[in-house]
């Protein structure tokens, strides 16, 4: 007898993506001021949505700031900030030094 195989719906494991104001204005200032750091920022939010807690930008979590929020390099001066839930992932800022 054949077995069946089963199909999975590939929005099982999509992640629901929420582009804080702060983190849009953020990035709004990159594209206007330097497109090279946004088109980084931009790789590290997909690197984040393949995995967010390993990969490029060296990924931290910021326990001083609050449980499941991480950082990750865009500069030796700005961060990537995000916040980690079940299935959904908040950007928060991409300028700065949190």
Known sequence: MASKKRKTDPSDDQQLSVFQDEFRDDLRFWVQTDRKIALRILKLVEAVLRDPFRGIGKPE??????????SRRITQEHRLVYLVRDQRIDFLMCRYHY
């Open 61 to 70: 979590p910021l326990r001083h700031l609050g449980p499941n929020i991480w």
